[in-house]
């Protein structure tokens, strides 16, 4: 009798050890179907936690470390699975052996576990990622009862395009702000552009490009050196080879295959890095940047007092595509300056025509412009284009019939002193001559009529005389 109870008390543990196994670790029944259009991401599914039938509970799995079971239990809301998925990102996790890489041709496929807690990681990013935003959590048994999760990963996806920067370079520091410059200056920027890619993900293009905004001399960009560095500014690679793009159609037939569908027409000129600067161990990473330095200068049609800007792109393609970079614009402007001929009585224009001026900087003796004529409205303008600071103004020569006005006049231009689009001007002042430049009645009249009267009175003094020597 007591062999037989304690035959079936082992077939009774050996059921309910049987029929604890499936609860426990459930067939591969549930379905997890993913898509995504983005290349080049490898997808990793961990099992965070198993699930008991009899309990209803979620157990943490073996080989899980960094999480504890009151985040597991507590996971219920959005908010609070959310929090599972941070701290999943960071923990040790049990792999199920189960990952899938997105790819060109493939966007979606599908994966079957058993019942519990996945979490869906990205282990592997393509070259254009900087991370991801959101991870997902998968839970099965589902509440609604269904056995198939649909996880889209595009939206999880943080591309985080590299930046492009630029700035311009006075006297070896970078500056952002606004500036100025005139006709004679030499502008030099300096673009920066985040290195993209992986050592198995090789660039195979990589383009920093310039439009040229108006009022720049699209003639005139001369790249004075192109190297690698960190972000911190420590020189990697002094010269860079490159090959410049000099003209638009160039970048844009480049640009016509982009993926975004973004455009970089109106650009001017580009920086190509050779393909075997490409292949640089050093070359990949978040470290990195390809810093482009080069000069231009004013166009004779640069715009008064208005913006001129200059803004950069990059063009860069790897394994995973083709793309368009945004950079940064930074602004310049430029002022004028004239001068105004009126009479100092009547205050009016002096129309002659025949005025002239010289312009010089603020110490009054280095000549930017020379003898410039007043026109029909009394005006002289300087075609020179200045950068925002003081000048100095003199007449060098006077209109007919008034006195040269020697005095330096000094004017400042800037933000603060302009006239708009028009030149600034400064307004100098004659006075009428005291005697006529050519001839006239004047004192002639005076000279003749004292003249007629010394001779009147010499011929009277001749009779008088005569008269006296005949009376003797």
Same mark, same amino acid.
């Given at each position: 009798?007591?062999?037989?109870? &304690?035959?079936?008390?082992?077939?009774?543990?050996?059921?309910?050890?049987?029929?604890?196994?499936?609860?426990?670790?459930?067939?591969?029944?549930?379905?997890?179907?993913?898509?995504?259009?983005?290349?080049?991401?490898?997808?990793? $599914?961990?099992?965070?936690?198993?699930? !008991?039938?009899?309990?209803?509970?979620?157990?943490?799995?073996?080989?899980?470390?960094?999480?504890?079971?009151?985040?597991?239990?507590?996971?219920?809301?959005?908010?609070?699975?959310?929090?599972?998925?941070?701290?999943?990102?960071?923990?040790?996790?049990?792999?199920?052996?189960?990952?899938?890489?997105?790819?060109?041709? $493939?966007?979606?496929?599908?994966?079957?576990?058993?019942?519990?807690?996945?979490?869906?990681?990205?282990?592997?990013?393509?070259?254009?990622?900087?991370?991801?935003?959101?991870?997902?959590?998968?839970?099965?048994?589902?509440?609604?009862?269904?056995?198939?999760?649909?996880?889209?990963?595009?939206?999880?996806?943080?591309?985080?395009?590299?930046?492009?920067?630029?700035?311009?370079?006075?006297?070896?520091?970078? $500056?952002?702000?606004?500036?100025?410059?005139?006709?004679?200056?030499?502008?030099?920027?300096?673009?920066?552009?985040?290195?993209?890619?992986?050592?198995?993900?090789?660039?195979?293009?990589?383009?920093?490009?310039?439009?040229?905004?108006?009022?720049?001399?699209?003639?005139?960009?001369?790249?004075?050196?192109?190297?690698?560095?960190?972000?911190?500014?420590?020189? $990697?690679?002094?010269?860079?080879?490159?090959?410049?793009?000099?003209?638009?159609?160039?970048?844009? &037939?480049?640009?016509?295959?982009?993926?975004?569908?973004?455009?970089?027409?109106?650009?001017?000129?580009?920086?190509?890095?050779?393909?075997?600067?490409?292949?640089? !161990?050093?070359?990949?990473?978040?470290?990195?940047?390809?810093?482009?330095?080069?000069?231009?200068?004013?166009?004779?049609?640069?715009?008064?007092?208005?913006?001129?800007?200059?803004?950069?792109?990059?063009?860069?393609?790897?394994?995973?595509?083709?793309?368009?970079?945004?950079?940064?614009?930074?602004?310049?402007?430029?002022?004028?300056?004239?001068?105004?001929?009126?009479?100092?009585?009547?205050?009016?224009?002096?129309?002659?025509?025949?005025?002239?001026?010289?312009?010089?900087?603020?110490?009054?003796?280095?000549?930017?412009?020379?003898?410039?004529?007043?026109?029909?409205?009394?005006?002289?303008?300087?075609?020179?284009?200045?950068?925002?600071?003081?000048?100095?103004?003199?007449?060098?020569?006077?209109?007919?019939?008034?006195?040269?006005?020697?005095?330096?006049?000094?004017?400042?231009?800037?933000?603060?002193?302009?006239?708009?689009?028009?030149?600034?001007?400064?307004?100098?002042?004659?006075?009428?001559?005291?005697?006529?430049?050519?001839?006239?009645?004047?004192?002639?009249?005076?000279?003749? #009529?004292?003249?007629?009267?010394?001779?009147?009175?010499?011929?009277?003094?001749?009779?008088?005389?005569?008269? &006296?020597?005949? #009376?003797?």
């Amino acid at each position: 009798m007591k062999t037989v109870k &304690r035959i079936f008390a082992v077939a009774v543990a050996v059921l309910l050890i049987a029929m604890m196994i499936p609860s426990a670790f459930a067939a591969e029944e549930n379905t997890i179907n993913w898509t995504c259009a983005k290349p080049g991401y490898t997808f990793t $599914v961990f099992k965070v936690a198993d699930y !008991n039938a009899t309990t209803g509970a979620y157990p943490i799995a073996t080989g899980v470390s960094g999480i504890t079971q009151d985040q597991i239990n507590n996971a219920v809301t959005e908010a609070q699975m959310a929090d599972l998925a941070n701290a999943c990102k960071d923990a040790t996790l049990a792999t199920t052996g189960k990952f899938f890489t997105t790819s060109v041709d $493939v966007d979606h496929g599908s994966i079957n576990v058993n019942d519990g807690i996945y979490f869906i990681k990205c282990t592997q990013e393509a070259g254009t990622s900087k991370g991801i935003t959101k991870q997902s959590i998968v839970v099965f048994p589902q509440k609604n009862g269904t056995k198939t999760v649909n996880v889209p990963l595009d939206d999880k996806i943080d591309e985080g395009q590299p930046k492009v920067y630029k700035d311009f370079l006075i006297n070896g520091t970078e $500056v952002d702000s606004e500036q100025t410059f005139g006709s004679d200056d030499t502008i030099t920027y300096i673009l920066k552009a985040d290195v993209v890619g992986t050592k198995d993900n090789k660039l195979e293009k990589f383009v920093i490009t310039d439009k040229m905004g108006e009022g720049l001399d699209t003639d005139v960009h001369n790249v004075t050196s192109v190297s690698l560095k960190t972000k911190d500014g420590t020189t $990697v690679k002094e010269k860079l080879g490159y090959t410049p793009t000099t003209t638009a159609s160039e970048i844009n &037939r480049a640009a016509a295959t982009t993926v975004d569908g973004s455009s970089t027409t109106g650009n001017t000129f580009g920086v190509s890095i050779n393909k075997e600067e490409l292949d640089l !161990n050093t070359f990949y990473g978040d470290d990195y940047q390809v810093v482009v330095v080069f000069n231009t200068k004013l166009a004779s049609s640069a715009k008064i007092n208005t913006e001129i800007p200059n803004d950069d792109d990059m063009i860069y393609q790897n394994g995973s595509g083709f793309y368009v970079v945004p950079g940064e614009t930074v602004i310049l402007k430029t002022y004028q300056i004239a001068a105004k001929k009126v009479d100092a009585n009547t205050k009016a224009p002096i129309t002659t025509q025949d005025a002239e001026f010289t312009l010089y900087k603020a110490d009054g003796t280095t000549v930017i412009e020379a003898d410039v004529k007043t026109d029909e409205n009394g005006i002289a303008t300087f075609k020179t284009r200045l950068a925002a600071g003081t000048y100095v103004v003199k007449e060098t020569k006077a209109p007919a019939g008034y006195n040269l006005n020697s005095k330096p006049q000094q004017i400042t231009v800037g933000p603060s002193n302009n006239n708009g689009t028009n030149p600034v001007i400064v307004t100098v002042q004659d006075t009428p001559a005291k005697l006529p430049s050519t001839g006239g009645n004047g004192t002639m009249v005076f000279t003749i #009529a004292g003249g007629s009267l010394v001779l009147l009175a010499a011929a009277l003094f001749i009779i008088v005389m005569k008269k &006296r020597s005949s #009376a003797k």
